[in-house]
């Protein structure tokens, strides 16, 4: 049973430039998270995805965008990149019709120079 | 909307000793309240919730008591050992259609062989 999975692990950009991270969730898990993590500071949600459309959102700019896909795997754009989104990127799976727990998987490591 | 503080922001043990961390929400609609506890470089994992019908649990070492008219809970491990050491992060969310999770700063716990 595959845990949640992203893609890529580490990715390196400069400023301006847009990027595209990937995450498949866990196996018979529909809905998808993002969330942001600064070095030394807890994870902070973006956004939220259930059924292809963005259900929730946090306190992030329109830069930050979102898709879902109809096997329930999610896409995090990023465009106009700022030295500032430098940070870890987890992506986090549950089930509509669950309990509430959120699995995590690995995260991206994004560095914008 | 919700608000989590986590105290202390570190915490050190000799092993064999007790550890507890705090934290304290804003939001009294929010209902369950997971632990994560992550590693360097790893990824956030889930080792104990909360929801607030029940005011205590415990799995193994590990418990976590609820106090829904002061809005705080706190994590307590006992008999520490050496793998407890990691960042520890409480969260606290409203566990309804989409569980935005709010997360504390985190409490770096470090156990003394």
């Known amino acids: 049973d595959a845990g949640v999975t992203q893609s890529p692990t580490h990715l390196i950009k400069t400023r301006g430039q847009q990027v595209t991270l990937r995450c498949s969730p866990k196996?018979?898990?529909?809905?998808v998270s993002w969330y942001q993590q600064a070095l030394g500071q807890g994870p902070q949600f973006i956004f939220q995805?259930?059924?292809?459309?963005?259900?929730q959102r946090g306190n992030f700019p329109d830069r930050f965008s979102g898709h879902q896909f109809p096997n329930y795997s999610s896409e995090l754009n990023v465009n106009a990149l700022l030295l500032g989104d430098s940070a870890l990127y987890l992506c986090?799976?549950?089930?509509?019709?669950?309990?509430?727990?959120?699995?995590f998987g690995p995260g991206t490591r994004l560095t914008v120079l | 909307g919700e608000n989590v503080e986590q105290h202390p922001s570190t915490l050190s043990v000799q092993e064999g000793d007790s550890a507890v961390i705090k934290c304290t929400y804003s939001?009294?609609?929010?209902?369950?309240f997971p632990w994560y506890k992550q590693e360097l470089g790893k990824r956030p994992q889930l080792i104990i919730d909360?929801?607030?019908?029940?005011g205590e649990k415990k799995d193994q070492r590990i418990a976590v008591t609820l106090n829904k008219t002061a809005k705080h809970f706190s994590l307590h491990i006992t008999e520490t050992q050496p793998e407890d050491s990691a960042v520890y992060f409480c969260a606290a969310t409203y566990n309804n259609a989409g569980n935005m999770l709010t997360f504390g700063g985190g409490t770096r716990l470090m156990v003394k062989p």
């Open positions: 939001d009294s609609a929010s209902n369950y």
């Open positions: 995805y259930y059924e292809e459309e963005e259900r």
């Open positions: 909360i929801r607030s019908n029940v």
């Open positions: 986090a799976s549950d089930s509509a019709g669950g309990v509430g727990e959120q699995f």
């Open positions: 196996s018979g898990h529909d809905t």
